[in-house]
């Protein structure tokens, strides 16, 4: 009893001399930040958090990592509802028009700025990258972190062997088919796999030749968007693929990113997958490889036009003191900094949302050194995006994602037609549509 | 004068199991009401706006093909896991009853898969099927056979079923052991020296002297695998390929955390409740009368 009373006043004693410590600190505002970059990306993003600390006094920026997009997502809303929301979280681009939609819980990023005074020019940043968090008129919502965009992998080690020109990756749907084909001929098991089929073979497909993927520009223009996934376009490249399936010209990976450890592997020649994961790529592929564009089909008028960005990008929340969103936006105009965004653009693979960070990045030779690594920025600045290439704005998209990716293993299975298997997907996209309207109206 | 243990407060005994109903109270029947209340309602993620539907919600999931659809792969699985589970613990704890030297590390290994997470239990068997590097699909290529369960979906549910009922064998074993040891040696002494062999031994004495116990592994396990599986399916699989593996519980997950559609969510939580009780109470009262205790 004795020594647990002296061990009782061991603790008082500890807890009265930490807050004593922590009591000069509580003159800054704090600024929770939720985010979902684990690994080395998340270091990263305290390392950026604590610069910007150090940089000013007023304000402190506490980065928090809080498990995969889906589990942060939904631990905001989860906070929010109980009215302890953070400042700042990151959202995944399908999160986007969940966020929109619920005009009591954001605070647009336009907004912000121009309430707190802080110098904010919209056309610094590369329309491409943030048309997709903008509204119909040209708005920012939020902030672009990290985003990527689909490009083809190629092992060049392969092609060599193959009798194909290591320096000129195939530009065209066509062309990758021939090359798949010779790689299959020269012994290689797979001429060509993918990662993220909906994002790539289905959304970055239409952007990326200028065809609908929804109705009202896309979902920009209202909740009433109808998936426009069964055009001829789409059945037409969807049942090439298929047929590639049969004698693994191509060959289903999965979902996610699981199709990167076939490429890594050498078991399939090519491979489309995000931008940024290049870093892994190149980590874990024991032969040389380059960077091509997405191919595209060379029938389609207008085409290639530019591609879609994936990732996630930062929403502010609703509820909280004006001083606290002044720190915000001087987070903001930190993070678009060139120096900032050139740093995490040339250590992540993700793309840079400004134009100064591009220049940056090309004025000290990162280009030259990483051969490939302007593949994807030039791919989506190419052409000036249209309605159909300027991003997504679809309600219940995660789902949607899901539903094109049940019906896409069916039609790589074998047991559904890819005519069948699109039209299903848009009539169970457009249920999932119809509930989302509803319950925004 | 009659002496008597007689407890004079009134209050103690309600005291006592206070604890207890306080954490069924708040971590049974307070959630379980929640679900209830949000399946009746419309309402958008962050809960600026709610409206109350009636039923609406669960008329629309009885009309969706795809929820008809989990409810029968639900089925299918439980069914399947279940009887897995249970035939294979079976055989091990009569195997390792009959064990004498090293009796406890055989014992100790079997149990030890229960120790693993849900989430684990599946990410190994996802190692060992893994298509493209996995060491059991590399042996079936060997012998000429492609697994791919990432596109054949029978392969996918044959791999759920596999890793489900793998981690629940060794809670099976441990009830059946107890069981087994609680069976008196003179009882299958004596059939031994009427001259039964071994099977007729099981078939005769043992089994129907477990039969409480496989009475009581049946519920626990049914309510496992439509509960507790969710971490394995959504390792291994994800619901896919094309919904082939997409249990009812994964498709309540898929719908409020993904989808963010809470009613319809909570309107499949209640309905799984509903189902889980019926199907223990009609256990209790048609499995139970057959069980000798």
Known sequence: MESFRVRGAGVVAVVVLLLLAAAPAAAETEITFWHAMGGALGEKVKEIAEAFNRSQSEYRVNAVYKGNYSETMTAAIAAFRARQQPHVVQVFEVGTATMMAARGAIKPVHALMAEAGEKFDPGAYLPAVTGYYTTADGKMLSLPFNSSTPVLYYNREAFKKAGLDPARPPRTWPELGAAATKLQAAGVPCGFTTDWQSWIQIENLSAWHDVPLATRANGFGGLDAELRINSPLHVKHVAQIAEWQKTKTFDYGGRRNEATAKFTSGECGMLTESSAGYAGIKRTARFDFGIGMLPYWPDVKGAPRNTIIGGASLWVMAGHTPQAYRGVARFFSYLSSPEVQADWHQFSGYLPITRAAWELTKRQGFYDRNPGTEVSILQMTGRAPTENSKGLRLGNFAQIRDVIDEELEAVWAGKKSARDALDAAVRRGNELLRQFERANR | ?293
């Open chain 2, 1 to 293: 004068m009659e002496k008597r243990a007689v407890f004079q407060h009134r209050l103690l005994p309600y005291l006592l199991v206070m604890p207890q109903i306080v954490v069924t109270l708040v971590f049974f029947f307070w959630p379980a009401s929640q679900a209830v209340r949000q399946s009746v309602l419309a309402e958008d993620p962050f809960g600026l706006t709610t409206r109350f539907v009636w039923a609406e919600n669960f008329r629309g999931l009885l009309r969706d093909p795809d929820y008809l659809r989990a409810a029968g792969t639900t089925a299918v699985f439980s069914i399947s896991v279940t009887a897995l589970a249970l035939a294979s613990a079976l055989l091990l704890a009569v195997m390792a009853d009959r064990v004498i030297r090293g009796a406890t590390v055989y014992r100790t290994l079997l149990i030890w898969p229960y120790a693993v997470a849900p989430a684990v239990a599946g990410v190994l068997w996802l190692f060992l099927f893994n298509p493209t590097v996995g060491i059991v699909s590399f042996a079936l290529r060997q012998v000429g056979y492609r697994w791919n369960h990432l596109l054949n979906g029978g392969e996918a549910m044959l791999l759920v079923i596999l890793a489900a009922a793998w981690k629940q064998v060794s809670y099976n074993f441990v009830f059946f052991l107890a069981g087994l040891s609680s069976i008196g040696r003179s009882v299958i002494e004596a059939a031994a020296i009427d001259g039964a062999g071994p099977a007729r031994r099981f078939v005769a004495i043992v089994f129907p002297l477990l039969s409480p116990t496989v009475f009581f592994l049946v519920v626990v396990n049914v309510v496992y695998a439509f509960f507790d599986t969710f971490g394995i399916v959504h390792a291994v699989t994800g619901g896919g390929p094309a919904g082939a593996t997409q249990i009812l519980v994964f498709k309540v997950f898929r719908d409020g955390f993904v989808g963010f559609d809470l009613g319809r969510s909570a309107a499949q939580s209640v309905i799984l409740m509903l189902v889980v009780i019926g199907l223990t109470v009609a256990q209790f009262r048609y499995l139970e009368r057959r069980v000798h205790y």
